[in-house]
């Protein structure tokens, strides 16, 4: 009696497995420029938030101090966190000391 050899294990082909790697690479292709795009305006908004806290701060300490603060009289009496520098995307923020408004301080680079 002769014993037949029966192919009985299941699995994937190397052509599978290059169909799914050449999906799973457009799908990358795809997702990641839309991921950084919407990564600039997430920090753009995170941003804008930041001021207007600042800008929150700012009028509290002028009603309670009756004098417009600047960054380091607002950390240093705790009316904002000391861990964080300027805004997400770090640029950093500025109090104008005459109107106390705040404004994201403008970069130098060229």
Known sequence: MKKKM?????????????IVMLIISVLLIITIPNVTK???NINEKGCQAYVKMV???VQAYQVDKNKIPTLTELKSE?????????????KAVEINASTGEVTVAQSTES
């Open 38 to 40: 919407h990564n600039s």
């Open 6 to 18: 029966v192919n009985s294990e299941k699995g994937f082909t190397l052509i599978e497995m290059m």
């Open 55 to 57: 800008q929150a701060e």
């Open 78 to 90: 705790g009316y904002i966190k000391d861990d964080k520098q300027g805004c997400p995307n770090g």
